[in-house]
């Protein structure tokens, strides 16, 4: 894979997919800086050389799909064709509405739809996915081709031959995976926080003491071991506890659980299907097997250790003989017939008509539905996660519980296996289904389903990983190479370059021993990396992501209302993409300054300057008008080397319930 390869040799072979116009002009920027020699520091070779690597590996970030996903996904942001052409497609529109308003409207619906769903997954178009088989098929041709002759020249050819398209099909998964990032990203990472593992400090013994109705102090013991276990279980399940109680109904984020769960939810399509044709005997030999099959595991009672010894070989198999290749290219001749469910809901409709019973439904089952659809998209990313050994390491310690569970189901008694069986049920009906129903945002801790696939990612959290380990890689880059150069440059990196004696604790020879050492003066000072117009307090300036801090600077110094930031990784705790809201110039907005919003939240400094405090004490601050802010978002993930965990986009009402629940949690 290219993956294995250094960062740095992939972005100097000149294998970048996406060479833009702007890379190049900044390129030339940077260079004719150092030549000019604008920053007035000391010209020498080897700094020449540390900063073209260090423009190289930011070059190579800033052209990678899954930190910028605007260059790849929203290419149609401020409109298709021409100026003229898109006033007479609004003309248009405006006229068919007057005459034919309400198929205006489901038109401009199904429209609208359409679209989001035709730009979801442009990483897995025709025309990409013709590219990746074909590139597959003069692979395997030339693998082929290799014994043809025996000719040492043919063979070298051969050989050259087939790690050329290695490398080919190589490249093209990588942009595909990073094609997914973004989309991914982009579509469904609207908010991120830090994961806290340090649990808060267990209450008094009187916070669990309650007068009862005769005035006697009784113990709750059952909240007391509530708080113990969560307090115990905090360091390594934090990340799966939810910020509320409840996450109230939004129609947006119930539309994008949807859309989750009917794309993650295509091989369980094609398995239904598949199921489909054994029960309606199409093929009346392979229903024979089955039937069989099942009749001797009935008899022997082997049918739930069939089912655990099917997931072990499945996984094991997909994990040496991948068949995504062969499952991509049976779908260019294969036509999955996807049927609905209808709901039932007479009695709403007996009580708010025909017409009108939609609207109560949803505000009854909104939240759980949401909530239903989330979890059951979030499970089926993480089994699909599973399956393709996203974390190797967790896959295989879910592996060995199931292999467990086999062993115990195959070998022990069927009297014994029953009442393991029943007991798990048991303690499923009457443990973990009040706790989740009762508090739910604790339900991920005491479901059996997230205990057996522990720490297996969905799609948004591989995102997230995915986009750390990039940053980290091109971080630990910069780093291996001012070492080398420092090395170089001094003879041996141990060697101590000051005074001695009293004199050897002072900044003077700590600097120098510190520039011995091999670190630079840009491991001591954080070198920037990338800068991002944006506005703060109506003020124009740059958000600038630097290896160790984020900061804002005004384009013009001492007009901001109020002070700037300058903040390390560790002190950001939760980050949001926001939009402004649509307004009768929102178009115009979109066109000019923008409409894209980018939320900051730092911990400490109540009350302080910067800005006020919206929660809990913490600050918050407010990006408006940012340009590139889903590459910002994206890059502050990478870069701070934080654990994130992804949360629902927080509407008007969420932000009302988080602070509620903050405030309560602190009293």
Known sequence: MRNGEPLVSQILSGSSLHIEADGIRSKAKAKAKRLLRIDGSNFT???????????????????????????????????NGSRVERTKNILQGTADAIAHPIASIKSKATRQTAGKLAKSRPYLSNQANFD???????????????HAGDDEDAIEDHINNIYYFEKRVDKIQRTREEMRVAWVTARHVHRVRAVDNIPPPLPPIQHFERKDDHG??????????????????????????????????????????????????????????????????????????????????????????????????????????????????????????????????????????????LGPLLEKLGPYLQLQIADLANLLEVYDSFIHFRRPQNTFHSLFLFSAVFLLSACASMQFTMKVFWFVAGLIFFGCWPISSLYPRYRLLVSPLKWALWDIPTYPEWSLQYLQERGSSALKEINLHALENSTDRFGSPEVMVGPVGDDANSPKAETMHFQALGLGTMHKESKDLLSFRCTLHHVPGHLIISAKTIRFEALVSNILP?????????????????????LLLAPLAKMTIGKDKLELKFRGEAGGDMHSARQNGHVVVLLENMRGRDKAFNSIVGFSGVRWQCLQKASGKLAEMENESSNASTT
């Open 216 to 357: 006697f102090t009784e113990f709750k013991w059952e909240k007391w071991i509530g708080y113990k276990l969560l307090h115990g279980s905090r360091p390594f399940a934090a990340q799966y506890i939810d910020d509320f109680e409840e996450l109230p109904f939004d129609i947006d984020t119930f539309r994008r659980h949807v859309e989750r769960l009917i794309i993650v939810s295509a091989p369980l399509q094609e398995f239904a299907v598949d199921f489909r044709k054994i029960y309606r005997w199409e093929d009346q030999w392979r229903t024979s097997k089955w039937l069989i099959s099942y009749l001797l595991l009935w008899y022997t009672s082997y049918i739930m250790s069939f089912l655990y010894a099917y997931i072990v070989y499945a996984t094991a198999k997909n994990y040496y003989y991948p068949s995504s290749v062969s499952a991509l290219r049976d779908e260019f001749s294969r036509n999955i017939d996807r049927g609905t469910t209808a709901l039932k809901a007479g009695e709403l409709m007996d009580q708010h008509g025909n017409k009108d019973w």
């Open 45 to 79: 070779s080897e700094d020449s050389e540390e900063d073209e690597f260090f423009d190289a590996v930011v070059e190579e970030i800033n052209q990678n799909p899954a930190f910028d996903a605007d260059k790849v996904l929203n290419t149609s942001r401020l409109g």
């Open 562 to 582: 109020c002070k700037s930031f300058n903040k390390p990784y560790s002190e950001l705790i939760e980050m949001s993409k926001q939009q402004t809201k649509d």
């Open 132 to 146: 990746f088989l074909e590139a597959h098929d003069d692979l395997q041709q030339a693998k082929d081709a290799q």
